[in-house]
Nanobody
Framework: VQLQASGGGLVQAGGSLRLSCAAS????????SGWFRQAPGKEREFVAA????????YSPDSVKGRFTISRDNAKNTVYLQMNSLKPEDTAVYYC???????????????????WGQGTQVTVSS
């Protein structure tokens, strides 16, 4: 499985960006997709995740109400719509795919088997 993340860039605080993550290769059904981010000097952290069916989504309080994850299985693509961006959202954003992830592990990096290369998001104040 190969993952290609795109859509990052420079935006002013309060602005919006939409990230995309396209999967290719031997992708099977029923995989969960997640977004994580890593700011300079910080640990990688969970941003959002979605199950194959699209009816279960997960995100931490820090982005709830501002970020929305969605997917188009026909295109093997997952999206992260980011609104009301803040300077503290500045980071490299990574998409990931995992099979057989249980609900309580959706926010765990270790649960995901495949990772994209990351896309830089910079929010200026």
């Amino acid at each position: 499985v190969q993952l290609q993340a795109s859509g990052g860039g420079l935006v002013q605080a309060g602005g919006s960006l939409r990230l995309s993550c396209a999967a290719s290769g031997r992708t099977f059904r029923n995989y969960a997709s997640g977004w994580f981010r890593q700011a300079p000097g910080k640990e990688r952290e969970f941003v959002a995740a979605i199950r194959w069916s699209g009816d279960s989504k997960y995100s931490p309080d820090s982005v709830k109400g501002r970020f929305t994850i969605s997917r188009d299985n026909a295109k093997n693509t997952v999206y992260l719509q980011m609104n009301s961006l803040k300077p503290e959202d500045t980071a490299v954003y990574y998409c990931a795919v995992g099979y057989g992830i249980i609900r309580t592990s959706m926010a765990s990096q270790r649960a995901y088997q495949y990772w994209g290369q990351g896309t830089q998001v910079t929010v200026s104040s």
